[in-house]
């Protein structure tokens, strides 16, 4: 930035004296003549228009640019914008089965914190008998070498984020929990797209990340840590503001959206809230983050354990196809 501005004052000064200089040069031409000097000089006052008008373009090109800049890298910021949509946030499923490097980048930024296998069974690639995969080993290091990531060490084993990521959720158990969830979420049904906390900023209500399917459905996810499971004001609040916002969530994507609640609460606790708090029916599904767990991966869309608030009784999110 700083050698742009430098580049524009130089180019500002050398040529604004050039037009001066012209202007001089046919200031003593005239004087040379006899003419009137003093007479304002036609070619030079067009100079100093055109002239005038090439720097007023080049600024405004140059604040239009940063400002396309800025939609590309940051939206999803607090502004928001329908450039989330097609964003490279977005993973879609035609790059899945042979994942790039470049691939690993996309997807580290809808994850929050993640283990090594979490990458490997977002692509479902194939793996050893031990469980292991070649290429997530090479590419996760390589990637922390060039910055594209960051790694720590997490009860004994590597856990990797982007360094953005790492800035918004410093809470590594909490970013672990998030990323579970959405890939067993993804395995069920591997289509979509895929939306990161930061693309909903500005609608009123940030969960966790969002799916939105072909069919034109969204399941939008909010996990509640064992605290915010504990306070019940809170998590009311966060319902209460669903229901205000979900109709610029949808408008935004462009979806109908279906609200998941998984807290990381005791089961009874979740029906109980449910049962207690007004307003929990469509488009709200509440469960706790045990019995989530407990359904085998790739399952989670189509098991039952999602209490809806109109009757208190557990329902699949789809229809078993």
Same mark, same amino acid.
């Given at each position: ?23 001089? !040069? ?21 100079? $100093? ?24 890298? !940051? ?9 989330? #949509?097609?964003?490279?946030? &977005? $993973? ?29 069974? +977002? +692509? ?35 856990? $990797? ?51 939105? $399917? ?20 809170? #998590? ?5 503001? !669903? ?17 998941? +609640? ?34 085998? &991966?790739?399952?989670? #869309? ?12 557990? !329902?699949? #999110?789809?229809?078993?196809?």
């Amino acid at each position: 930035m700083r050698g742009i501005t430098r580049w524009f004052v130089e180019t500002w000064s050398e040529e604004k004296d050039l037009v001066r200089r012209v202007a001089d !040069y046919r200031v003593e031409t005239r004087k040379a003549r006899g003419e009137d000097a003093d007479r304002r000089d036609s070619v030079a006052c067009a100079l $100093y228009v055109l002239y005038g008008g090439w720097v007023m373009a080049a600024l405004i090109a140059a604040i239009l640019w940063l400002i396309l800049l800025w939609r590309v890298c !940051y939206s999803g910021g607090e502004r928001g914008g329908v450039t989330q #949509l097609f964003s490279t946030r &977005s $993973y879609v499923r035609d790059a899945m089965y042979t994942p790039s490097e470049q691939d690993y980048i996309r997807v580290s930024q809808v994850f929050h914190w993640a283990q090594a296998r979490h990458f490997i069974e +977002f +692509f479902q690639v194939e793996t050893s008998k031990g469980g292991r995969h070649k290429k997530t080993e090479k590419v996760l290091p390589r990637l922390v070498r060039k910055k594209e990531l960051i790694a720590v060490r997490y009860k004994h084993k590597l856990v $990797y984020s982007s360094p953005k990521r790492a800035s918004e959720q410093p809470k590594i158990a909490h970013g672990l929990a998030v990323t579970e969830a959405l890939v067993r979420l993804w395995t069920a049904r591997r289509e979509g797209e895929i939306f990161a906390e930061r693309d909903f900023k500005g609608l009123g209500s940030v969960p966790e990340f969002g799916i939105r $399917y072909g069919n034109g459905r969204m399941i939008v996810v909010e996990l509640s840590t064992a605290d915010n499971g504990r306070r019940v004001g809170l #998590l009311r609040r966060k319902t209460a503001r !669903y229901q205000e916002s979900l109709a610029q969530i949808e408008e935004r994507f462009g979806a109908t959206c279906l609200v998941l +609640f998984i807290m990381d609460t005791p089961r009874a606790k979740v029906e109980r809230f449910v049962a207690e708090t007004p307003d929990t029916g469509d488009p709200f599904y509440f469960t706790d983050w045990q019995a989530f767990l407990n359904v085998p &991966s790739g399952k989670q #869309l189509v098991a039952p354990i999602y209490i809806w608030g109109e009757d208190g009784q557990c !329902y699949r #999110l789809v229809e078993e196809e």
